[in-house]
């Protein structure tokens, strides 16, 4: 490689980095479109850490009824010479029957990361403590080590791009079968967290290594959010709306303006390791002490007994967020005991009512770093949004009055999804006074 093109390489990297800290308030999503994008052959795919949607229209027609598909955003390389690998539902199996420690999730978070890096090395640290699979960087790339045996404790090791992109094949195949024909482009949506210029780039990799011949855009969830919602058109001019995202493994709060038709980022607060599964983890635990207390049985270290337990416990948490009562039912749980236990609503708030009062916490830091007199909307985008108690809590928040619009009319964790559908078909309609 000769001299020149490092200089010419460095120079560039410095005007893209200048560029994006003088733009640090927007929201730069018409930046990254490659053109061309193949009429009719786009899809929208919102990436998530615990599950992975893929929504879109059939040959352009905006006519039909939206499709939307999701997956768990899981992948698993099972000990076959083939070299297969097992995404969504097939890779959760294989590590509940097989092998756990050769699945993998919740990696999303870790895209465009660089552990060496000094600011980084605090969230380093977090996915250390926070993540069940070693996780490591080598050639500037961050790594994930997966166990490819049971018996001799064998390893492989891939990037984090790499099982982006098997999510993403998986996703476009699933579009493809839906429409009948090949899908070719797709607009990717990612965290506000996740604006850097390196996130970016891993996701647009990690598309063309999924077969997809252009990434449209890459569109950041908050506007997805709100294009779904339509605000646009309701919004006032330099109006303010709050996009609260409570996902399975990450949260995020941000606020941002409407100001001659763009959406500009006022402020965000992000916590790539606190979600719904640590509403679950709360009420995993307490039927873990309810068993020791009834049966005298430890299952604490038991992974294949909490597993079992914690799918019981999250499937009860969404049925309370539409009842009062759940049942919390795992037949042959541990040797000689069977769990057939009530939780109540008012039992889960009780479990949970500190982490309820961390989500209402960060979006009360986004307003305040936003330091605007008015908030116009709140969106909720996520499952766990979904939760009675988060709602009230985020309404009592904001006064309970009618001045500031609590959204909820959509399925929250649809929202993204829908959003970039909306925005594929119609990708100026974030930027049609600046592009």
Same mark, same amino acid.
């Given at each position: 490689m000769s001299p020149s093109f490092v200089v010419a390489r460095v120079f560039v990297c410095l005007v893209a980095f200048v560029a994006a800290l003088g733009k640090a308030s927007a929201l730069p999503d018409h930046h990254w479109h490659w053109p061309p994008d193949p009429a009719g052959r786009v899809v929208a795919i919102d990436l998530g850490n615990t599950n992975s949607c893929v929504a879109g229209y059939d040959s352009g027609d905006t006519t039909r009824t939206m499709f939307h598909h999701c997956i768990p955003s899981w992948v698993a390389f099972p000990d076959d010479d083939d070299g297969a690998v097992l995404v969504g539902e097939d890779a959760m199996n294989h590590a509940a029957v097989v092998n756990p420690g050769a699945a993998v999730s919740g990696f999303k978070r870790l895209l465009g990361k660089r552990f060496t890096r000094v600011f980084e090395r605090e969230f380093a640290q977090s996915v250390k403590?926070?993540?069940?699979?070693k996780v490591f960087e080598e050639n500037a790339q961050v790594q994930v080590e997966v166990k490819t045996t049971k018996e001799d404790g064998g390893v492989r090791n891939v990037g984090v791009e790499q099982l982006t992109a098997a999510v993403l094949a998986k996703l476009k195949e699933t579009a493809e079968a839906h429409l009948g024909h090949r899908v070719e482009a797709a607009v990717l949506t990612l965290p506000l967290a996740f604006s850097d210029y390196a996130s970016r780039s891993a996701a647009v990799f990690a598309g063309r290594l999924a077969g997809l011949k252009a990434v449209s855009a890459v569109l950041s969830e908050p506007v997805a959010a709100a294009m779904a919602y339509g605000l646009s058109k309701s919004l006032r001019d330099e109006g303010n709306v709050v996009v609260l995202h409570v996902g399975g493994g990450t949260t995020e709060a941000s606020v941002m303006t409407f100001v001659d038709g763009v959406y500009e980022a006022l402020s965000s607060q992000y916590d790539p390791f606190f979600g719904g599964q640590d509403l679950d983890r709360r009420i995993v635990d307490h039927f873990v002490r309810?068993?020791?207390?009834?049966?005298?049985?430890?299952i604490a270290d038991d992974s294949a007994a909490l597993e079992k337990l914690r799918t019981a416990c999250e499937r009860a948490k969404k049925t309370l967020s539409h009842q009062d009562h759940?049942?919390?039912? %795992? /037949?042959?749980?541990?040797?000689?005991?069977?769990?057939?236990?009530?939780?109540?609503?008012?039992?889960?708030?009780?479990?949970?009512?500190?982490?309820?009062?961390?989500? %209402? /916490?960060?979006?009360?830091r986004v307003v305040s770093q936003a330091q605007v007199d008015t908030i116009d909307e709140v969106l909720l985008v996520g499952g766990s949004t979904m939760i009675p108690k988060v709602q009230e809590l985020i309404r009592d928040y904001f006064g309970g009055t009618t001045k500031t619009v609590l959204h909820t009319r959509l399925k929250p964790d649809e929202v993204v999804t829908i959003g970039a559908a909306e925005y594929s078909k119609r990708p100026d309609a974030l930027c049609s006074s600046s592009c």
């Open positions: 403590e926070n993540l069940p699979y309810q068993i020791r207390d009834k049966h005298g049985r430890d759940a049942q919390v039912t %795992v /037949e042959s749980l541990v040797d000689g005991v069977d769990l057939s236990e009530p939780l109540t609503r008012a039992e889960f708030e009780e479990l949970n009512h500190d982490l309820f009062l961390k989500v %209402v /916490e960060m979006v009360d």
